[in-house]
């Protein structure tokens, strides 16, 4: 069976868990906002969840089973059809008109009834369902609970009597996600006191716009960049993994009006030469106004590099207006990419990428100090000096069976704070490249508008 950490890494990517700064229903602030509402649109993942939720209890014991309204009526009707428990509706308040019920569903009194609820804080809306339930001669002896907020609620519950079986708890939760980069130390600290009663302060996190980055961008190429995007209102970096010198110009004339960059891995090319390869692509790079981006991702000595670089067949120095390299090299290393940009492999999205921690924070060094760096790949957020490049990004898959691991355009946007989304098979692979260019775009640009607060043009 699956780990449990594996399962939540996949709800995660729906969005059911936000850090940051939220005001509560009760008016207190919270360094994290619970929804799982999501998971309703993923019936995979819906039942995944109800067989979890059912292997965590004594089915035997039980006659009914209800979701308390409203975001757990979805995980309540899954449990029902993996179990063949009947289930039960509760009203947020009864009809006015017809039977005028509370409780819809058969049932008889003294039957007992199995509740479910997403998220429990306090436990008092528990408590104010659970009377309201057993007024109808219905007996409520266990609760079970997807996501525990450590907040009192289970402890009260357990005090009056009811059994509470929680799936996560949000001490879990972070600890999950910390292990995976997606929480900094400084965040579970956060989160920590403020499950302990402390109070928290937070610090004011503005997302700076392209405009503002271009005002401190300081290498020539990362203004480029930053310029085109404003332009072309695009934040879209295309990869072009195909394997004629033909498939790629046609590729980059199709998608050229709607990027800012044309990844490429030249090396693939298998016809490649310099006349009829490069002078066309470069022509279409200036005739749709986007950057070549040569994915060559170096990882050796300096003087290796710089071969690799500017000799060979491929002499990517006379045409990439960026590269990406691995820092593995240490600082120097980067020194021979001279009047053309650096994207430093912070980390990688494939499963069981060995770029830890450790290696991140001592790339990043490395990343921050050197001066042809203008930014990073990674998998988490990194300091507005550099700008951050998210590759991965699918609209509709989770991974291709190879290791590779896909983020929505909205949260690498919204949760990695990334700059550039990166899309290669959603792109090439499409059976109408443009439109799926156009359409990836267009996410990418309208969660940048989101967070940014801008309006559309």
């Not at 079970?144 to 357990?158: S, Y």
């Not at 499963?351 to 290696?359: A, E, F, I, Q, V």
């Not at 990695?416 to 260019?437: M, N, P, Q």
Request: net charge negative; aromatic share 8%; proline share 3%.
């Amino acid at each position: 069976m699956e780990s449990k950490k594996k399962f939540f890494l996949e709800c995660y990517e729906l969005g059911i868990i936000k850090f940051g700064r939220f005001t509560l229903k009760s008016g207190i602030e919270s360094p994290f906002y619970v929804d799982l509402r999501p998971l309703a649109s993923d019936p995979k993942i819906l039942k995944r969840l109800a067989n979890y939720l059912l292997d965590m209890l004594p089915l035997d014991n039980f006659d009914l089973i209800c979701g308390v309204p409203y975001a757990a009526l979805p995980m309540a009707t899954a449990m029902s059809l993996e179990s063949y428990l009947p289930l039960i509706i509760k009203r947020k308040e009864a009809k006015e008109h017809g039977t005028k019920k509370l409780i819809e569903g058969i049932y008889k009194k003294g039957q007992n009834c199995l509740l479910v609820e997403d998220v429990i804080t306090s436990g008092k809306s528990l408590l104010e369902t659970i009377p309201e339930i057993e007024d109808e001669g219905i007996t409520v002896s266990d609760i079970v609970v997807v996501l525990d907020r450590e907040q009192g609620g289970k402890e009260l519950l357990e005090a009056k009597g009811y059994r509470v079986h929680t799936l996560f708890t949000i001490s879990e939760v972070c600890k999950m996600l910390q292990e995976e980069e997606h929480l900094c130390d400084e965040d579970v600290l956060r989160i920590n006191d403020f499950l302990r009663g402390n109070q928290i302060t937070f610090k004011e996190d503005v997302r700076l716009t392209y405009e503002q980055k271009l005002e401190v961008a300081e290498h020539s190429v990362a203004k480029k960049l930053l310029e085109t995007a404003i332009a072309k209102n695009s934040n879209l970096i295309a990869s072009a993994d195909v394997l004629t010198t033909q498939e790629l110009l046609d590729l980059a004339d199709k998608i050229g009006p709607h990027i800012v960059a044309l990844k490429t891995h030249i090396d693939i090319i298998t016809d490649f030469d310099p006349d009829t390869t490069i002078l066309p692509l470069k022509d279409l790079a200036v005739k749709h106004n986007f950057l070549l981006m040569e994915d060559r991702k170096f990882a050796d000595i300096g003087y290796t590099q710089e071969l690799q670089f500017s000799y060979g067949m491929y002499k990517i120095s006379n045409w990439a207006d960026f590269v990406t390299s691995h820092v593995i090299g240490g600082y120097e290393s980067l020194d021979c990419f001279l009047n053309v940009g650096v994207v430093a492999i912070l980390g990688m999205s494939s499963k069981g990428t060995l770029t830890d921690r450790n290696y991140h924070e001592q790339a990043l060094k490395v990343a921050q100090d050197h001066p042809n760096v203008i930014g990073g790949v990674s998998q988490k957020q990194l300091p507005e000096n550099l700008l951050l490049f998210t590759p991965g990004i699918s609209l509709s898959d989770s991974g291709d069976g190879k290791g590779q691991q896909y983020h929505s355009p909205e949260h690498a946007i919204k949760n990695l704070r990334t700059d550039f989304i990166i899309v290669g098979r959603g792109i090439y692979k499409s059976d109408d490249a443009e439109s799926a260019a156009l359409q990836y775009k267009l996410a990418g640009w309208n969660a940048y508008l989101a967070e940014t607060g801008k309006s559309a043009r």
